[in-house]
């Protein structure tokens, strides 16, 4: 049974920095695509980045480009995103996700909140 847990959302001003977590089990994480999601209320859930199972590719959403760093730790079955200068409507539940490629994930954790502050 796939477990993915997130962690390391809070509450921060505009400018501020955040470092989620997502530790993976139930799954060969190693040989899997990982990925960030977010919603906002009432809003539809929106893809952040992804990851593939080596970390050779990655890919953003337009909106985080050059702000946003997702990395991976095989060893610990864990994913990351590094979410530098932070704006209000970055505001969001955070979820990690876990797939067969950077482009299809196929089941998501619970999520994190993330409350920027203007």
């Known amino acids: ?61 337009d909106s985080v480009k050059g702000r946003f760093t997702i990395s991976r730790n095989n060893a610990k079955d864990t994913v990351y995103l590094q979410m530098n200068s932070l704006k209000p409507e970055d505001t969001a539940v955070y979820s990690c996700a876990v797939g067969s490629s950077i482009w299809n994930m196929n089941y998501w954790g619970q999520g994190t909140q993330v409350t920027v502050s203007s």
């Open 1 to 61: 049974q796939v477990q993915l847990v997130e962690s390391g959302g809070g509450l921060v001003q505009a400018g501020d920095s955040l470092r989620l977590s997502c530790a993976a089990s139930g799954v060969t994480f190693s040989t899997y695509a990982m990925g960030w999601f977010r919603q906002a209320p009432g809003k539809e859930r929106e893809f952040v980045a992804a990851i593939s199972w080596s970390g050779r590719m990655i890919r953003y959403e």
